[in-house]
């Protein structure tokens, strides 16, 4: 049962253990909560996740990462023996135990979608995890994170950016960039971004940037010769 606690990399509850395979968790629980591995808590609100932007989140944010759900959860006491618990788990078995993790939490709609990624791509679904971080940087460039922007969407790229999702996420890191004081990676951001242009409004849009891209960098050049 740790073993796969340790997996899911947040607080938990009993249904969680059986869709990963746990049957009947609930008296182990009970025994583990009194031998001080666990400890039972209230879920707190729903509330967004910065864990998935590292590439290998570490256990102590995992272990106090809030679920967003309503119902009693599970949560370790101690983060080192929820480091030790997961590497426990053989390479082939924590691969099969994150892919059931990813399908389990992808009905809980407060799981934030890096969250879900990061699953995916432990668990050897590299085209589902690069979509949900491509779909993470998103979300990141609608509440302005452009720090979460460029890392989520720097992952998608390194497993392949899915090509519906190409040109938002070139706009989103150029826009990202912008704010980050990264004008060179910008006007490269935008010129992918024109590349993967699917109509005539997302070209419009594009060249309207760059354009506005240029005059700023050629007004600044301006200046610094005065």
């Known amino acids: 049962l740790c073993k796969v ?75 080192l023996m929820a480091d030790v618990a997961y590497a426990m788990n053989a390479p082939s078995r924590r691969g099969e135990l994150h892919r059931r993790a990813a399908t389990h939490l992808a009905s809980d709609p407060s799981v934030p979608p890096e969250e879900l990624a990061r699953h995916h791509e ?3 679904a590299v085209e589902e995890a690069s979509a949900l971080y491509a779909k993470g940087a998103l979300a990141a460039a609608r509440r302005a994170d452009s720090v979460s922007v460029r890392d989520l969407s720097e992952r998608a790229l390194a497993l392949g950016l899915p090509a519906h999702l190409a040109f938002d996420v070139h706009m989103a890191r150029a826009d990202a960039l912008s704010f980050l004081g990264r004008r060179d990676e910008q006007a490269r951001e935008l010129d992918q971004a024109l590349a993967h242009a699917r109509n005539d409004t997302d070209r419009a ?12 960098v050629s007004a600044a050049d301006e200046g610094s010769r005065l």
């Open 122 to 124: 432990v668990g050897g």
């Open 5 to 79: 606690a340790a997996v899911l990399g947040r607080p938990f509850d009993a249904s969680a253990l059986v869709a990963l395979g746990i049957e009947e968790p609930e008296r182990l629980l009970a025994s583990l909560v009194k031998r001080g591995v666990f400890v039972i808590r209230r879920a707190p609100e729903p509330r967004s996740s910065t864990d998935a932007r590292n590439e290998i989140p570490s256990a102590v944010a995992r272990a106090l990462e809030g679920s967003g759900r309503s119902e009693r959860e599970h949560q370790w006491k101690s983060a």
């Open 205 to 216: 849009r594009a060249l309207t940037e760059r354009t506005a891209h240029a005059a700023t």
